[in-house]
Nanobody
Framework: VQLQASGGGLIQAGGSLRLSCAASGRTFSHYAMAWFRQIPGKEREFVSAISWSSTQTVYTDTVKGRFTISRDNDKSMLYLQMNSLKPEDTAVYYC??????????????????WGQGTEVTVSS
């Protein structure tokens, strides 16, 4: 599956952004999806994941209550609504896909496919 992330940009602290990830090439509903982020010089970190049916969602503690992951299987789209953004949310954000497996979706979420990143910069 090919993944294309978009929606990043420069935003002031306290603002909102919505990231999108367009999937193509395979049946989107066959995949659990996730968002990761990476600050230069640091390891890529898990942000959030969603099951194929949207019945399961998980978030890293630092974004709980501020970020919302969602998907539209009909449109093969993944989203990340980011509210109350903080300077520490500044990173390159990546969408990722993993074939559906039984049990919790993570973490850990071990991607099989990655999209290219979209950069989010939150100014103070």
């Amino acid at each position: 599956v090919q993944l294309q992330a978009s929606g990043g940009g420069l935003i002031q602290a306290g603002g909102s952004l919505r990231l999108s990830c367009a999937a193509s090439g395979r049946t989107f509903s066959h995949y659990a999806m996730a968002w990761f982020r990476q600050i230069p010089g640091k390891e890529r970190e898990f942000v959030s994941a969603i099951s194929w049916s949207s019945t399961q969602t998980v978030y890293t503690d630092t974004v709980k209550g501020r970020f919302t992951i969602s998907r539209d299987n009909d449109k093969s789209m993944l989203y990340l609504q980011m509210n109350s953004l903080k300077p520490e949310d500044t990173a390159v954000y990546y969408c990722a896909a993993r074939g559906v497996v039984a049990g919790p979706i993570g973490p850990p979420f071990l991607p099989e496919y990655w999209g290219q990143g979209t950069e989010v910069t939150v100014s103070s």
